[in-house]
């Protein structure tokens, strides 16, 4: 699929290419890319950073992939859900916030069977005038479709990895191939698709990395969303080290550089670092930030993800925050 003389046909930089600038110890080359990657986005977005609410309505998990701290083997997580109700009236809220597009996000839990999403998203449409992008794993390609009818505009999942064998060790015997051909049939039925990678896994190479930006061109992707790995609690990847800021910084650089005109959005896995985390990607190339809001206004964050700290703030007082955040680092806020 991908070769060693692989070019992308908006960059000059071939896979050899990528693999030295990620290798290379130049601190004066790295501000030179992190400066273009800028200039993309002054050229591409007008300077612009778009807003994303995002609910994550549901932790169980009927898989077990084995970085994900809600792999259905960990016993040790209070499992949550909202019901469907909860989660229109909540997105009604973040619309209010005049954000025009949510992320509708769990692990994969079919207790939120076909009919029920598509209840969630037709009620959702009917009530406020938002885009819906949902992000709910891998389904059966008749529930696709039933989501597509119901509303939904776009669907966000991952690949996480380009590589065959490391992507059947973090998830558990699964298959690449078979999450590629869900990939192509969300776009064969009319959805806006999303897709990225998980930067800084176990034994992932620095040429898988650089395949994993290729393969988000060859996919042909409406929006891209990558991640950092970060260990976590009660998983068989605990003990691994995390992501280094370094390596993040080049990859989202480059992936910029490479995808140019391309949506990109970073999203923390745990949000620990809600300032460092979005900063970091904000001067990196990303055009998207995601706002994972608290699910009761009254109440503290609700805790989906038990690394995550809670953040005893309002969405509204999120919302603000990351407007301001957007501001300080010279940038608009997409209207």
Known sequence: MLTDSALHSDTLFSREQLIRLFNSEDESELCRLINDAENKI??????????IGQINFSNYCEENCNYCDLREENFSL?????????????????????????????GKDTYFDTDIIAYIIYSIKQKADISIILSLGERGFEEYKRWKLAGADSYLLKFETSN???????????????????????KKVGFNVGSGSIIGLPNQTIGDMVNDIFLCDELELDFCVFSSFIPQPFTPMQNSSECSENLLVKFLTLSRLVLSSKDISFLSVNESGFSKYNSTGLKSGMNITILSFPFDIEEDSLLLYPSKKKRKKSPSEIHSDMKIMVEGLGKKVAG
């Open 164 to 186: 065959p064998q490391l992507f059947s060790k973090v998830h558990n015997g699964m298959n690449l191939d078979v999450r590629l051909r869900h990939l192509s049939y969300l």
């Open 42 to 51: 002054v050229s591409n977005f007008d300077n612009s950073i778009k807003l």
């Open 78 to 106: 209070d499992r949550t859900r909202f019901t469907a109700d909860e989660i229109i009236n909540k997105a009604i809220q973040v619309s209010n916030l005049g954000l025009k597009t949510i992320v509708l996000e769990s």
